[in-house]
């Protein structure tokens, strides 16, 4: 399974991403994200940017990091997720680490 963090570090570190290329960086499915990906949004900390056409299929979605939480890590000298102490505990109980993009 797909941390939160994990997800919210890629779209902090690259800005903009799809929901395909958030599952690339991450390795794994766009189907496996997609869950993390609609619980983001609604706690409010995700937003839809846009859409981006591929190849056959849906178009996928583009996210980006809410306004008030990019602030908040801005404001607060966090430079990623992962430094979070709540990230920290959840990796632990994990018994994996993050993927580090």
Do not use: H
């Not at 960086?25 to 609609?38: A, E, V």
């Not at 940017?49 to 000298?77: C, F, H, N, S, Y």
């Amino acid at each position: 399974m797909v941390s939160k963090y994990e997800v919210l570090e890629a779209i902090w570190k690259y800005k903009k991403l799809s929901t395909k290329k958030i599952a690339i960086l991450l390795g794994c499915r766009t189907t496996q994200i997609t869950r993390t990906l609609k619980k983001l949004e609604g706690e409010g900390r995700i937003k839809r940017v846009g859409v981006e056409m591929g190849g056959r299929g849906k178009p996928t979605i583009v996210w980006a990091l809410a306004d008030w939480l990019e602030r908040k890590m801005i404001r607060e000298g966090y430079k990623s997720f992962y430094d979070l102490p709540i990230a920290k505990e959840i990796e632990m109980k994990r018994g994996k680490p993050f993927v580090r993009i």
